[in-house]
């Protein structure tokens, strides 16, 4: 149970600091933005309490943020703190390396469920489907979830690292009733190869997280200036409603989820976020508006002041 006036005062403070933090000569005045790729972890809670995680939402302008947690419950830990912006999302990961284990596991589809029904999860993710670990999308664990979130009229997080699309592909056209958010754009793949992904799949989503100069390094999708390259560009001008970004705040990337160093994603948030900003703010105003916040409003439901 939420105190509404709790809840009121918790909007109210909100919308003050919104209003104090834009101060133009400060270069503090952002546009409110949507980040729909957002971790928060055991690894991290060392660090970065839920609180400071809120905070530096609240800092950056974010207007919605769609939290995985590990485990799932560290997600409603920020939405306590911030429940008009927060959409937590189930998480099947308990432990480091699950993200490898899980679609082996079957007591996931029975935890899946039940946590759906609660009421407190509005979406099921990010699952990982990475290349010499996930089975095939039409293993029991993999398809059921997809199903599940159907059922529920949920999203699918989903983090494909496969060099060719064909698995996504497979997935989506045999799903069609699942709305599926693509993580990192494909991650490894080409403009070419989301797009025919996109075209073939009316249900695929596409958000941009971690496609930053720091991560997916070998695959980059702006120049050194900071502004998209022209065939990503492209692509986003022809699906202008399906994109959306995201922060991803992992780090340092190659030391995932070790036991003997916490994750100081958070304290990278700012610039993870301002790399977004920079190459949106190049874009058509209208086309901006959408990719930085009102396609993810849509597709999450959301209704933000
Ligand atoms: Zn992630």
Not at 56 to 62: D, P, Y
Not at 71 to 97: K, M, N, Q
Not at 266 to 274: A, G, L, P, T, V
């Amino acid at each position: 149970m939420r105190a509404p006036a709790a809840a009121g005062a918790r909007r109210a403070g909100w919308l003050l600091f919104a209003a104090l933090s834009c101060i133009p000569a400060l270069a503090l005045c952002a546009p409110p933005l949507a980040d729909v790729h957002v971790h928060y972890k055991w690894s991290q809670e060392d660090v970065t309490s839920a609180q400071q995680a809120v905070d530096t939402l609240m800092a950056n302008n974010i207007a919605l943020a769609v939290v995985i947690g590990t485990p799932a419950d560290y997600a409603l830990r920020l939405e306590e703190l911030a429940p008009d912006r927060i959409v937590p999302v189930w998480s099947p990961y308990r432990t480091p390396g699950e993200w490898s284990s899980w679609a082996y596991d079957k007591g996931v589809l029975a935890r899946a469920r039940r946590a759906l029904e609660s009421g407190d999860y509005r979406g099921i993710g990010e699952l990982h489907l990475i290349g010499g670990f996930t089975p095939h999308w039409r293993s029991p664990v993999i398809s059921g979830l997809a199903a599940m979130a159907a059922q529920f009229d949920v999203p699918l997080l989903l983090h494909t690292e496969l060099s060719r699309p064909d698995y996504m592909e497979g997935l989506c056209r045999a799903q069609p009733g699942t709305r599926i958010l693509w993580a990192h754009a494909g991650a490894v793949l080409t403009p070419q190869q989301v797009s025919d992904v996109m075209t073939r799949c009316p249900n695929v989503w596409v958000e941009l997280s971690a496609r930053d100069p720091w991560r997916f390094i070998n695959n980059p999708m702006s120049d050194p200036d900071g502004a998209l390259l022209p065939p990503w560009r492209a692509l986003i001008e022809a699906f202008p409603e399906r994109f959306m970004i995201g922060s991803d705040p992992v780090w340092p990337v190659e030391n995932l989820d070790s036991w003997d160093q916490a994750d100081t994603g958070w304290q990278e948030y700012r610039r993870f976020i301002d790399f977004h900003r920079a190459w949106m703010s190049r874009l058509p105003p209208e086309l901006e508006q959408k990719v930085r916040l009102t396609n993810a409003l849509a597709f999450f439901r959301a209704d933000v002041d």
